[in-house]
């Protein structure tokens, strides 16, 4: 009898749709059973100089859910973003469907809540969400039964979702050569991100994962799909056993001199709303520059 809430026996079809803009990988999964599909780490295009938001990378995703013919259940935010804005109310809209994200949100709400000198009308329970995922919840792709993992460490309202033979590790891993993702956004910590990357190397060895990240690192193409006992083995940070302590001073050694991401500002203040711009007294949609405070 296995640990885990779900049969990893199912293997959902899985599609990945690169945003080159931020280097986001968004992934439509298939139900094999069924029509019933979930969009994971959807991307809205921005201009940020310009002040543009645009919808390209989410009308692809839009079209294949449709031209396959396929039923939206979930959009799975696997954390709140801070490299790019989520597209999930814009596919909500289209095509129905929940859209979720870990229940610690409310502690990225309230930070950030603050950060951005938001009103009180701005939420800060996690009600812009259908659903607040915490550790071992399951839910339904079709005849598909997926679990979420609270795996904080990036920040601490990130889950991993498993979906049959699939894991969407969001930032926890990289690509066995890319690594980690930081630890250092408030309420990160280094120390967690081991923890939780420890309990995503224990899922089955033959587990696929997906990152929501690549960089290319050394000039190799893209790449998103690994599985559990290539990243035990050769991820760079944490494979081959290394140890926390090893861990926790080369991430924060590291992390003490990354620049922000380019897009943090309009990110924060867009995925904390479950995707939705900000508005101002006019109803207009706005976004805010706090000088000085992250
Ligand atoms: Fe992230």
């Given at each position: 009898m296995s640990q885990y809430p779900i049969s990893m026996e199912v293997t959902p079809e899985v599609t990945a749709f690169f945003d080159p803009a931020t280097n986001t990988i968004s992934y439509v999964v298939k139900d094999p059973a069924s029509k019933a599909c979930a969009v994971v780490d959807s991307v809205m295009d921005i201009d940020y100089a310009a002040g543009r938001i645009t919808s390209e990378n989410a009308d692809k995703i839009i079209t294949f859910i449709q031209d396959s013919g396929l039923e939206l259940a979930w959009q799975i935010e696997t954390h709140v973003h801070a490299d790019h804005l989520s597209a999930a109310p814009y596919i909500q809209e289209k095509l129905g469907g929940k859209v979720g994200v870990g229940q610690n949100i409310t502690m990225i709400q309230d930070v950030f809540g603050k950060i951005f000198n938001e009103g009180t009308e701005f939420q800060r329970d996690g009600s812009q969400f259908d659903r607040l995922f915490k550790e071992g919840d399951v839910y339904q792709v079709g005849e598909m039964t997926c679990f979420a993992m609270h795996t904080p460490g990036h920040t601490p309202a990130c889950m991993v979702h498993v979906m049959g033979n699939a894991a969407?590790?969001?930032?926890?891993?990289?690509?066995?050569?890319?690594?980690?993702?930081?630890?250092?956004?408030?309420?990160?910590?280094?120390a967690e991100l081991y923890?939780?990357?420890?309990r995503v190397l224990a899922l089955p060895e033959d587990m696929r994962l997906f990152m929501c990240h690549d960089y290319g690192p050394n000039g190799r193409e893209i790449q998103w799909e690994t599985t559990v006992a290539e990243e035990k083995a050769a991820n760079i940070h944490v494979?081959?056993?290394?140890?926390?302590?090893?861990?926790?001073?080369?991430?924060?050694?590291?992390?003490?001199?990354?620049?922000?991401?380019?897009?943090?500002?309009?990110?924060?203040?867009?995925?904390?709303?479950?995707?939705?711009?900000p508005v101002d007294e006019h109803g207009d949609p706005m976004l805010k520059v706090p000088v000085n405070k992250i």
């Open positions: 969407f590790v969001g930032d926890t891993l990289f690509m066995p050569d890319g690594g980690s993702a930081r630890a250092d956004f408030p309420g990160g910590c280094a923890d939780s990357i420890q494979g081959g056993g290394k140890s926390k302590e090893e861990f926790v001073k080369f991430r924060m050694e590291r992390d003490a001199v990354l620049d922000m991401p380019k897009l943090i500002i309009p990110s924060l203040q867009v995925n904390m709303r479950a995707g939705e711009v």
